[in-house]
């Protein structure tokens, strides 16, 4: 089974940026389309930004305009780059990827604070 790996979160200041970054423990070519979750507590997941296999993104209304999600084949690696983060964005962040041949695989999650 093809695991995910998230990391990069961290404290930082309002208006600042973090880059998330989603490594798969096989080829990323296993996934069709990839996303980046976020869940703060007492909220259900929500879908912040999604990647197709090739290539093409959507964003949450709350991320157009402040995150990239990207993906580089060759690292299997997925990235989320954030930029002008606010308090609201606090929460843990999942990555997720569905199998070509049907089901999914969640990463453990990384914390992203926002506060001064």
């Known amino acids: 089974q093809v695991q995910l790996v998230e990391s990069g979160g961290g404290l930082v200041q309002p208006g600042g940026s973090l880059r998330l970054s989603c490594t798969a423990s096989?080829?990323?070519?296993?996934?069709?389309?990839m996303g980046w979750y976020r869940q703060a507590p007492g909220k259900q997941r929500e879908l912040v930004a999604a990647?197709?296999?090739?290539?093409?993104?959507s964003y949450a209304d709350s991320a157009k305009g402040r995150f990239t999600i990207s993906r580089d084949n060759a690292k299997n690696t997925v990235y989320l780059q954030m930029n002008s983060l606010k308090p609201e964005d606090t929460a843990g962040y999942y990555c997720?990827?569905?199998?070509?041949w049907g089901g999914g695989s969640w990463g453990q999650g990384t914390q992203v604070t926002v506060s001064s």
């Open positions: 997720h990827g569905d199998f070509r």
């Open positions: 990647i197709t296999r090739g290539g093409s993104p």
């Open positions: 096989g080829s990323i070519f296993n996934f069709n389309d």
